[in-house]
């Protein structure tokens, strides 16, 4: 499977952080990832394994099934694949909405709502010369989106059980 050091750095899925990291410093953070990934010349587990400690806040959350899938295609070396279940897991409201290779870069981009025009959608964009990396930069970009755009996501959602039968109480008379 992983190597230890991996598998160090994966660490925080089995017991996440209990106070968020602040707004400032995951944005930092997201952008200072995307930065590494314009300069790489190729990708690595190192790249992906970093966005998924960086980048992906709902990781943890998933069923073990679900993340050992993830990690086998990493192993693999299935990086596309690996980064489209990322990006279906982490933010299931962006989709792929195109992937066009422009002599000598890929550009990627994602959409909120991919029926509108582009001009009228939320579009996050990568682009580099090598597809997963373009990818993984377009994800990025497009968490960072959601970060800024939800700056105090709620901590946890409340659960309401029901038990017994439901009866209507209106008076029709």
């Known amino acids: 499977m992983l ?11 089995h017991d996440p952080p209990k106070d968020g990291a602040g707004l400032e410093e995951q944005l930092q953070r997201l952008f ?15 790249c992906i394994l970093d966005a998924i400690v960086h980048g992906c806040v709902r990781f943890h959350a998933h069923a073990p099934s679900t993340q050992a899938k993830v990690f086998r295609l990493i192993e693999a070396g299935a990086f596309v694949d ?24 890929w550009h990627c ?37 959601t970060v800024a755009a939800n700056p105090f996501p709620p ?14 109480c209106d008076n029709f008379a």
């Open 3 to 13: 190597a230890p050091l991996e598998q160090a750095r994966l660490g925080y899925l």
């Open 32 to 46: 200072e990832l995307e930065e590494r990934l314009r300069g790489a010349s190729a990708i690595s587990r190192t």
């Open 82 to 105: 690996a980064t489209c279940s990322l990006q279906e897991l982490e933010m299931p409201q962006w989709k792929l909405r195109r992937i066009v290779y422009d002599d000598p870069q």
């Open 109 to 145: 981009s994602f959409s909120r709502h991919s029926a509108l025009p582009m001009e009228l959608d939320d579009i996050a964009e990568g682009s580099h010369e090598v597809l997963p990396l373009a990818i993984l930069s377009a994800f990025l970009e497009a968490r960072r989106l």
């Open 155 to 168: 901590r946890s959602i409340p659960q309401a059980r029901f038990h017994g039968h439901l009866v209507c």
